[in-house]
Nanobody, 117 residues
């Protein structure tokens, strides 16, 4: 059906950057929204950034001005550019997509981001 595969996580120092990628198994034009969520150890999963099919974006207050979500329809891929990373950004980052045809939400397997101080 729908598969989302994240990549790009890793271990970086505070102040550095990472770019996460989420590759979909089908055209991302079939998703109403695509987003990045994160879950730190022992905490709930929270929205980080969202992009609609029309290109509108929304960000958590904690990442505004530092993170940028974008999409490449030709590559069926959504990106999360993360700059000025902080230790509190450490979490597993998940890609999510809301499928137009059945309203279902699909998740990737997650990618670990660790920011050392």
């Amino acid at each position: 059906q729908v598969q989302l595969v994240e990549s790009g996580g890793g271990l970086v120092q505070a102040g550095e950057s990472l770019r996460l990628s989420c590759a979909a198994s089908r055209s991302i034009l079939s998703f109403a929204n695509m987003g990045w969520y994160r879950q730190a150890s022992g905490k709930q999963r929270d929205l980080v950034a969202l992009i609609t099919a029309g290109g509108s974006t929304n960000y958590a207050d904690s990442v505004k001005g530092r993170f940028t979500i974008s999409r490449d329809n030709a590559k069926n891929t959504v990106y999360l550019q993360m700059n000025s990373l902080k230790p509190e950004d450490t979490a597993v980052y998940y890609c999510a997509a809301d499928f137009i045809f059945n309203g279902g939400r699909y998740w990737g397997q997650g990618t670990q981001v660790t920011v050392s101080s």
